[in-house]
């Protein structure tokens, strides 16, 4: 097994999850499939390693991927959490506290499914975004369409109805709707669509991991 963002090569990737999930996490770096992913599809589809893409924010970023992205160099790579102690800097991100058109680049992975107002969200990161900037935003898609009952409002009702506590909704493919909603441009990458199959597995990534919306202004 190779994780991509730390480069080393492994027997195996740890299990991980509840339902326990094999091969999943790096024991190197920590990073799990979802992250391997996105450290592809954005070092492939994306001009990150340009030196014109320098201004960095990432939302609830991983330990493995943020180990990545400092080997990249003269990277102005910024982290963000709403809970302090996370990231870097202690950020909401329905309340981005920087200009417009500050960002070369922004991450979001796996953050808006724990935000009430999540088009507010997207929106945020959109406008702190620069013109020729661009965002990789990922959801967990868990269901056919878009559900959230702003009633459910303890750990134990969310659990019940989106499968995790800290959880405010379940995405389905309907999400697109909230990036037209908020004036992105996208497109839904794959792994399929950039990773051969047995590298795929090499990687420990499945191949019906749900894709990473590539955004851009």
């Known amino acids: 097994m190779f994780c991509p963002i730390c480069k080393f090569e492994v027997d195996r990737f740890l299990p991980f999850g509840k339902p326990e999930r094999k091969n999943a996490r790096c024991p190197v770096c920590g990073s799990l499939e979802r992250h391997r992913f996105i450290w592809i599809a954005v070092c492939s589809r994306t001009n990150l390693l340009d030196p014109d893409c320098r201004k960095i924010l990432d939302f609830g970023p991983n330990k493995g991927f943020e180990a990545g992205m400092k080997t990249i160099p003269d990277k102005e790579y910024l982290t963000a959490d709403l809970k302090p102690g996370r990231a870097q800097m202690q950020i909401d991100v329905t309340n981005i506290k920087f ?102 597995k090499l990687i420990g990534v499945p191949y019906k991991l749900p894709g990473v919306y590539l955004c851009l202004k």
């Open 99 to 200: 200009p417009d058109d500050t960002f070369d680049a922004v991450f979001c992975s796996h953050v808006l499914e724990h935000v009430p107002n999540d088009r507010r969200a997207i929106s945020e990161i959109r406008r702190v975004l620069k013109p020729t900037g661009f965002s990789l935003i990922a959801v967990p898609m868990t269901t056919a369409m878009t559900f959230e009952d702003p009633n459910a409002t303890t750990p134990e009702e969310r659990k019940r109805l989106y499968g995790i506590a800290d959880h405010v909704r379940r995405y389905g493919p309907d999400f697109e709707d909230r990036l037209k909603e908020a004036g992105f441009k996208y497109t839904l990458l794959k792994p399929t669509d950039i990773i051969p199959d047995v590298f795929l």
